[in-house]
């Protein structure tokens, strides 16, 4: 029963994590660049590692749950590995979906 909840669970929460994303890209990260940064080439990059920063805090927080959520099991050696695999698939999507939203 946790397998199907689990999966449920993670994809909500890719979905959460990117509109966060667009939203701290959209409104908030250009406060954060220093002023001098606004008009050189460097913004672009200033602005991946930022919303990098901001993916992996998210990610990290969906990873210590499904641990915890996963621990608990009878199977919890294999069930590690799978939160292992979970976490590694939301970073590559999330530094897919930062990657194209800022260069698009």
């Known amino acids: ?3 199907p909840v689990y999966t449920i ?7 959460i994590i ?3 994303l667009i ?3 959209a409104y908030y990260n250009d406060l954060i660049l220093p002023s001098s ?8 990059g200033m602005k991946i590692l930022i919303a990098l920063a901001e993916g ?14 996963l621990s608990d099991t ?3 050696k294999s069930q590690k590995g799978v939160a292992n695999k979970t976490g590694k698939l939301q970073l590559i999507i999330t530094v897919c979906f930062i ?3 800022i260069l698009s």
């Open 1 to 3: 029963m946790k397998r």
């Open 9 to 15: 669970f993670n994809v909500i929460y890719q979905i």
């Open 18 to 20: 990117c509109w966060i």
């Open 23 to 25: 939203i701290l890209n």
């Open 37 to 44: 940064l606004l008009h050189s080439s460097g913004k672009v």
């Open 56 to 69: 992996v805090v998210l990610i990290l927080i969906v990873y210590a749950i499904n641990r915890a959520v």
């Open 74 to 76: 009878d199977d919890s």
């Open 99 to 101: 990657i194209a939203v």
